[in-house]
């Protein structure tokens, strides 16, 4: 569990008790330095479980994944030339819901039927080990216990495509298609200045929460990721 003496609104890396983040001000540059084997934790309004919560991460897709590749990211500057962004920046992403995967398989059909003008009728989910005690000694991680200021502001930073937050892990929530214009709204009064009241915007986003979702955001990191089955599923 998430040490429940950390300070609240003060993200502290655990292995040297150093603060880790850094506002959007810095959001061109990466992160302050993090140790490797080391897990920063953000205080939040809960959410994060056990570590053994952790061991088993499902990805949903309309394809069999057996090697995650961090660089194939829905993260950047597409084909059309238009910008896509994600809450962690690029990388590879995944849940420890299966039931999430399942919604995730339904959305990525929806999306690749949608821009290919297929009609694929089955997806996959891919299931893996994460080997959390290897990843916590030899990986910079940074877990968002919820939702806080802090998570707002860095999916803000990822809206920055020369932002690097500099870690290999990041763990923590993640809400539906539905709370994006939630979230933009928020991002948009942000860029502007306006100040926005963070604790409304956080309160708007709790009907539309999920589960969460671990990304992998270096290739190191998915050596943590051992492949284990993939499950098809059917869509209607």
Not at 20 to 36: E, L, Q, R, S
Not at 86 to 109: C, E, M, N, P
Not at 146 to 168: M, P, Q, R, T
Not at 201 to 210: Q, W
Request: proline content about 4%.
């Amino acid at each position: 569990m998430v040490d429940p003496k950390t300070p609240k609104r003060r993200p502290v890396a655990v292995s040297t008790g150093k603060s880790a983040i850094k506002t959007a001000k810095n959001a061109k540059k990466k992160f302050p330095k993090v140790k490797k084997g080391s897990v920063t934790c953000v205080p939040g309004d809960g959410g994060f479980g056990k570590w053994s919560d952790y061991e088993n991460l499902y990805h949903g897709s309309s394809v069999k994944i057996m090697k995650p590749d961090v660089e194939r990211s829905n993260h950047g500057v597409g084909t059309d030339g238009r910008k896509k962004y994600k809450d962690y920046g690029k990388g590879f992403y995944t849940t420890s819901s299966k039931k999430q995967a399942d919604r995730y398989v339904k959305i990525s059909l929806s999306r690749c039927n949608n821009e290919n003008g297929t009609c694929l009728r089955t997806g996959h989910i891919s299931e893996y080990l994460f080997k959390v005690n290897d990843a916590k000694r030899d990986l910079k991680i940074l877990v968002f216990n919820g939702v806080s200021k802090e998570w707002l502001d860095f999916i803000a930073d990822n809206h920055d495509l020369n932002f690097d937050h500099g870690y290999d892990v990041v763990i923590g929530p993640v809400a539906d298609d539905k709370a994006h214009g939630i979230i933009d709204g928020y991002l948009q009064r942000r860029q502007a200045n306006l100040h926005p009241d963070w604790r409304v915007t956080l309160k708007r986003l709790k009907p539309h929460l999920l589960k969460d979702q671990i990304l992998f955001h270096t290739k190191e990191s998915t050596d943590y990721l051992i492949y284990i089955k993939d499950v098809i599923v059917s869509v209607e």
